[in-house]
């Protein structure tokens, strides 16, 4: 299996935000150069220059200062020759025009900025650092400096919402004629300040019908807008999608560099050690930074290929997953498969299976069905 792709993990951020479960560290008094003296010889290990796409995400790669940000682009530049997609995420108020600069400057053609709300009264509550303004100003600059591509992460289901506001986060959204939509609805991770707040009984969530709703909203406003949606929770203008994601959900390969980075190359999904100075020792004992590692067997590999898939509107194709597995998709899932096209959750058209929209707000249910077949 050929591997076109990279992670790049930058675990830092200016501020941890109350719902964030992510794998991430408050920037202050951490070793950040000595972490990046690591990610570049981890970089260096790889076998392949040439690649498709590159995704740095974290935390927030924008948490690092300019100095440390351009050190990094210099990094990957020598490292890599990155062909066709090269993104960055980004908080709105860390995009200054120097780093937005530097950005440009090294090849970056593609901003996933965390917006979430415009609305100011969730953005405090979500304990984010930008203000409304921030993103205006974020995206005006983007495109004044000509990254060729933009896009937002929108969230939904947050603790006070109601559809309105999450309509007019869109509306609002779509008005600065971005190219691509991400939007994941909030879900209550364990050990994040909103679990916590949650369990004394101070944070209430909308009930699960609402986050339904706006789901089905994000769907709808979307078909009347440029940015047509091709994955569960993504949206993209003609030549917007997210190349790099795509990977992910069509179950191909790809490396993952940094602290609690996880990769997929030649049959093995491996993930590094956590936290940064376990990540740091290692690699500077010259060891593979490996906390741990599994080769799913084929029957997982075809689970993974249907509920990662579907995920995206063109779904699974029969004969690409008989030429990938060498076995008709009928002759693993047929059961499956047709139960879920007779509860209309699943549509077949052409060779291809896909989600319905029915299928889409209750996914989670339809790729379970998957897990238990085989
Ligand atoms: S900026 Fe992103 S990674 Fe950092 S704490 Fe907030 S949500 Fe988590």
């Known amino acids: 299996m050929e591997v076109k792709s990279a992670y790049i993990h930058i675990p830092f951020c200016v501020k941890i935000c109350t719902y964030c479960d992510f794998n991430k560290y408050f920037i202050q008094n951490q070793p950040v150069d000595q972490y990046l003296d690591c990610l570049i010889k981890e ?45 960055f995420e980004a908080n709105p108020d860390e995009l200054t025009m120097e780093k937005l600069q530097l950005l440009k400057k090294y ?43 933009i896009s937002l992460d929108l969230m939904y289901h947050l603790p006070q919402q109601t559809l309105a506001d999450f309509q007019e986060s869109l509306d609002l959204a779509l008005n600065l004629d971005i190219d691509h939509i991400s939007s994941y609805g909030l879900i209550l991770e364990p050990k994040t300040q909103f679990y916590n707040m949650y369990r004394k009984g ?29 994955e569960l929770s993504n949206f993209g203008k003609q030549g917007h999608e997210s190349e790099h994601n795509k990977v992910y959900w069509k179950n191909e390969g790809y490396y993952g560099f940094g602290a609690g980075a996880s990769g997929y190359v030649d049959g093995e999904r491996y993930t590094n050690v956590n936290p940064v100075n376990h990540y740091i020792k290692k690699i500077e004992n010259n ?86 077949n085989v």
Do not use: C
């Open 43 to 87: 970089m260096s290990t790889s076998k392949q220059r040439q690649l498709k796409t590159m995704f740095v995400g974290g935390g927030t790669p924008t948490a690092l200062n300019v100095k440390q940000l351009e050190r990094l682009l210099i990094a990957i530049n020598e490292t890599f020759d990155i062909e066709t997609e090269y993104s």
């Open 107 to 149: 090849g970056v053609n593609r901003l996933s900025m965390g917006v979430q709300t415009f609305n100011p009264d969730l953005l405090a509550i979500l304990g984010r650092t930008h203000g409304t303004e921030d993103i205006y100003q974020a995206v005006r600059n983007a495109r004044e400096i000509g990254i060729e591509s």
């Open 202 to 230: 101070k944070l209430k969530l909308p009930n699960e019908d609402i986050g339904e709703e706006m789901y089905t909203h994000l769907i709808q406003r979307m078909k009347h807008s440029d940015l047509q949606q091709y």
């Open 287 to 372: 060891e593979r930074p490996l906390l741990h590692s599994s080769w799913p067997t084929k029957t997982e590999q075809m689970e993974e290929e249907m509920f990662l898939g579907l995920r995206m509107n063109k779904g699974v194709n029969k004969f690409h997953f008989k030429h990938k597995f060498d076995v008709e998709i009928d002759e693993i899932f047929g059961q499956t498969l047709t139960s879920l096209v007779d509860q209309q959750l699943l549509s077949y058209y052409d060779g291809n299976y896909a989600l319905t929209e029915r299928g889409k707000v209750i996914g989670n249910e339809v790729f379970e069905a998957f897990l238990l």
